[in-house]
């Protein structure tokens, strides 16, 4: 590990809990439903490979990123279970993704008539999105759906293998407006003169809230983390889960300021008595942001919050007392009965968890935990 990296600031990947929390989802899903391990945004920062590896090891026959580069960097990897982009992609680029095994996201007839030029022998399998009430990806016209239909069958280099939505409201007590989403969706199925093999709708919490029964595969992304979608329905969903990411760094310098002594950038920190402070090699290069200020993070197994404004690669902690350099400070994680959770960081930011996690870069390495001992480490700058 010490050989990996050079940098006293690192993410802990406890993939142990990634696998356990997918075999504990699972127990509540109906059987035979497929399970999408959503991957994109690098596993929610979690790491794309890693990731991808144990949920399909726990279970998980599908994956699901954003966009075509991501599938196109798990293929290049070895993965070869079916991966779906859930966003737009160039019509261009419809034959390197049928090359390639890899399903795209259509939600227009002109795609379709477009992508045709560029599809060779392979076929490109279409999960068509319908735009039930998120405004943003999707049909909305069930004639145009019809019309995507037509064009597909006359095509026997294209093939609708799968029909979805996405819940707006899912996360949400108030069932009302994802009901009326789920019913809008449920009527669009009745175009198809053929019903596509797969018909899938629901994310984390839309899995666990709703009624699934029409549906033979869920999208889970934040739940296989370990984190609840949201403090609304966390009583609802499936438990234990896991988080599985932890952020810890050392203490590089420990220092005593006096009484009037300033910290950091705009000198917006002021000693009100002699207090010691330590430096922390983090800052918002590594996506620990600038409103991190006054968060508070575990020195040790002490408390102890952020003073001075963030720095690109640094930020500075008021001890309760003098620690020796090198101490570890967890950012996320557990110690002894204290711990900080993604949440804690996206409550005190005003954001949420998912984004919380998707924020920390590349330039943190990371290690992967399996059967609890160390099993790989990854550093980007390597
Ligand atoms: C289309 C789609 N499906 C599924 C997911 C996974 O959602 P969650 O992380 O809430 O499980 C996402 C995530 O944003 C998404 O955009």
């Known amino acids: 590990m010490i050989n990996e990296f050079h940098?006293?600031?690192w993410i802990e990947v406890d993939l142990d809990a990634i696998q356990a929390n997918i075999r504990q989802l699972s127990k509540r899903l109906k059987q035979n439903t497929v399970i999408m391990a959503v991957v994109k945004a690098n596993a929610y920062g979690h790491g794309y490979l890693e990731v991808a590896e144990a949920a399909l090891d726990a279970g998980a026959e599908w994956l699901a990123v954003a966009f075509l580069d991501e599938a196109l960097f798990l293929r290049k990897h070895g993965f070869t279970a079916p991966i779906l982009v859930l966003g737009a992609t160039r019509p261009d680029d419809a034959g390197l993704a049928a090359a390639h095994g890899i399903r795209l996201t259509v939600f227009s007839a002109d795609w379709i008539r477009s992508a045709r030029e560029f599809l060779k022998e392979d076929t490109l399998q279409i999960h068509l999105k319908i735009d039930t009430g998120m405004g943003r990806l999707g049909f909305?016209?069930?004639k145009e759906l019809k019309e995507a239909e037509t064009v597909i069958t006359d095509d026997s280099r294209m093939n609708i293998e799968g029909v979805f939505t996405h819940f707006a409201t899912a996360d949400?007590?108030?069932?009302?407006?994802?009901?009326?989403?789920?019913?809008?969706?449920?009527?669009?199925?009745?175009?198809?003169?053929k019903k596509p093999a797969m018909i899938h709708a629901s994310n984390s919490a839309g899995a666990f809230l709703r009624d699934n029964a029409a549906f033979n595969a869920v999208r889970f992304g934040i739940s296989m983390y370990g984190l609840v979608p949201s403090g609304d329905i966390s009583s609802e969903m499936p438990a234990p889960l896991t988080p599985a990411l932890s952020l810890y760094t050392k203490m590089v310098q420990v220092k005593k300021l006096k009484a009037g002594d300033k910290v950091s950038y705009g000198a917006t920190y002021t000693a009100e008595q002699d207090e010691w402070i330590a430096t922390l090699p983090i800052g918002y290069a590594d996506g620990w942001i600038r409103q991190m200020q006054g968060f508070e993070?575990?020195?040790?197994?002490?408390?102890a919050?952020?003073?001075?404004?963030?720095?690109?690669?640094?930020?500075m902690i008021r001890l309760p007392f003098e620690m020796k350099e090198g101490t570890v400070v967890t950012l996320v994680g557990n110690v002894s009965n204290d711990r900080i959770l993604l949440d804690d960081i996206a409550a005190h930011n005003g954001t949420i968890h998912y984004e919380s996690a998707c924020l920390l870069t590349a330039r943190v390495p990371r290690i992967y935990r399996k059967n609890g001992a160390i099993e790989k480490v990854f550093n980007h700058l390597k």
């Open 297 to 303: 993070v575990l020195a040790g197994e002490y408390r």
């Open 7 to 9: 940098r006293d600031t």
């Open 305 to 315: 919050e952020i003073v001075g404004r963030v720095c690109m690669d640094q930020c």
């Open 172 to 193: 949400e007590q108030d069932r009302t407006y994802a009901d009326q989403q789920q019913e809008r969706f449920l009527a669009c199925l009745d175009v198809f003169e």
């Open 140 to 142: 909305t016209d069930l």
